[in-house]
């Protein structure tokens, strides 16, 4: 019996030998796999080098550059007096800060802490001499500074600019690089000199097809920058612009190509897609007699079927809109009312109206006479893709009992019924400002012949805010006057496209002002 308790206690004791040793053999493996997961989480780093890319390359100076992509990539290197957010919000930058003093004076106040990436210091000067070289010059910024009279140097961190005219929102206007005026000087003001500007990056090597951009070591928050590096690579075409991106040689493109798919693909990369600056619209003789009536503009705007216009014209590469500021700006709201397609409701106005519905058509008798419903539709003959809008909107009011008499006028005949404003409808496009300013919809001579007192007041009002909520407020009226008078129906705007590498990371929100919002904290 003895025996067996012996022979038991040496079995059990083996055994806990061998579970301990299987337990300390674990252990040490689970700590040899902890210490090299360490060692490859501490050899993981972020990738501070991204590679971007520009086709039909122009020039390396900002102001002379016809190039979007250019100018985008020049704003990293230069900075402007003002500028605007994500969501189209005036921001000063090389302004400390700007005041109105009348309407055609502005006093602007300069940082003191910027330099040019070759140590010397931004002044006054540098401003004055920017906006004297774009009024001789003929560049894209050129139109912001041709109501300029004068500029001032009051003191090295102070100018004053006199216009010779008001210019709703004129400050926007402020948004074109400035340049150093000791560095470009009248023999240096030439395409292929190597840049200088006061921005986060700067030029350190232009090899033959590629610029390249590390930190500007003078920027003040120059060691708060993520990358060290930036390869921006020349190509001849955009398509090999879109090869290069396709298999991986650069990391980000835009484009207002709404084919982009077809060239680069659908897998691999992110994109963004938001709405673009050309803005597309019709707009209505309020001084016709008919069109006067208010309900009768509204009855044909619910009668037009945005997404019918955008599918079937421009295969789904647009997007329908309800206002000029619907395109990310902060100051426009989305508000409840209904103002798309309504049929029943475009019937009801006009039999609140006093129209009858006879023989396939609206017809009221009007002293003594049956008038139908009947208007010109002006169009330019030579944009194809806005001649086939127009017949879409001239097949939808015909379907509704609406006649539409379609004039397809070259472009001189067009700019004549634009100036005379002799025409019944009109199919227009704009390319839209960065600036809130809605003159061409609301001010004197605007494009519907429409007036309305209480928007005169808001217009003029407007012109002097600084108190946002307040600018809320009236560009939230102006939205429901443009709603409920309906002088214009906002009808699409097109695409702006952004498509990048799936492991850039760092917050990129861009619009189609600026691609690069948040690029200090841009890595892979």
């Known amino acids: 019996m003895k025996s067996n308790y012996f022979k038991y206690f040496f079995i059990i004791f083996a055994i806990a030998i061998m579970i301990f040793a299987i337990v300390k053999i674990k252990t040490e493996e689970q700590k040899k796999e902890a210490q090299i997961y360490e060692i490859k989480e501490d050899t993981v780093q972020e990738i501070t080098e991204i590679r971007l890319g520009v086709a039909e390359f122009d020039s390396i100076n900002p102001i002379l550059s016809k190039n979007k992509n250019i100018q985008d990539i020049m704003k990293i290197i230069f900075e402007p007096l003002v500028t605007v957010s994500s969501n189209y919000k005036l921001e000063n930058c090389l302004a400390k800060e700007w005041a109105k003093q009348n309407e055609t004076t502005y006093i602007i106040k300069l940082r003191d802490d910027r330099k040019w990436s070759d140590g010397q210091k931004f002044t006054a000067e540098d401003v004055k001499f920017t906006i004297d070289r774009l009024k001789d010059s003929d560049t894209i910024y050129t139109s912001n500074v041709q109501n300029i009279a004068i500029v001032e140097i009051v003191d090295e961190s102070t100018i004053r600019i006199v216009l010779d005219q008001e210019v709703p929102f004129f400050e926007y206007n402020l948004n074109f690089p400035i340049l150093s005026s000791k560095y470009y000087s009248d023999k240096q003001f030439v395409p292929d000199i190597v840049p200088i500007g006061t921005g986060m990056y700067k030029v350190s090597d232009v090899q033959e097809s590629a610029l390249i951009l590390t930190k500007n070591e003078y ?28 298999i991986g040689n650069i990391d980000f493109i835009s484009t207002q190509n709404s084919n982009l798919k077809e060239y680069i693909g659908t897998i691999g990369y992110i994109s963004k897609e938001m709405k673009g600056r050309e803005h597309d619209f019709i707009a209505f003789n309020t001084q016709n007699e008919i069109l006067s009536q208010v309900n009768v503009r509204k009855s044909i705007g619910y009668s037009i079927d945005k997404s019918n216009i955008v599918s079937s014209v421009y295969s ?40 009858n519905y006879k023989n396939k058509y609206w017809q009221k008798t009007i002293n003594y006479r049956t008038q139908r419903l009947s208007f010109n539709l002006v169009v330019k003959a030579t944009d194809t893709s806005k001649v086939k809008v127009a017949e879409n909107i001239k097949g939808q009011l015909e379907n509704q009992g609406i006649r539409i008499n379609l004039i397809k006028a070259s472009e001189i005949q067009y700019q004549n019924y634009i100036k005379n404003k002799n025409y019944d409808i009109i199919l227009c496009s704009i390319n839209l400002s960065v600036s809130p300013d809605l003159s061409t919809f609301f001010g004197d001579n605007n494009l ?65 002002f600026y691609q690069f919002y948040n690029i200090k904290d841009w890595h892979k």
């Not at 920058?225 to 290069?244: C, F, H, Q, R, W």
């Not at 798309?340 to 409701?345: A, F, K, L, P, R």
């Not at 409920?484 to 492991?503: C, E, G, I, R």
């Open 316 to 355: 789904d590469n647009y997007y329908t809109s309800s206002f000029p500021l619907d395109y990310g700006n902060w100051l426009y709201e989305e508000q409840n009312s209904s103002i798309g397609y309504n049929i029943e409701q475009a019937k009801q106005l006009l039999v609140d109206e006093g129209w």
């Open 219 to 246: 920027y003040s928050e120059s060691k708060n920058l993520k990358l060290d590096k930036i390869i921006v690579t020349m190509y001849a075409t955009v398509g090999e612009l879109y090869n290069s991106f396709k």
């Open 448 to 512: 519907a012949n429409y007036s309305n007192d209480e928007v005169k007041n808001i217009m003029n009002e407007i012109k002097n805010l600084r108190d946002e909520n307040q600018l809320k407020q009236n560009y939230k009226r102006l939205n429901e006057i443009y709603k409920n008078d309906m002088p214009y129906v906002s009808l699409y705007n097109n695409k702006y496209t952004v498509a990048y590498n799936s492991n850039l990371v760092g917050g990129l929100e861009p619009n189609w």
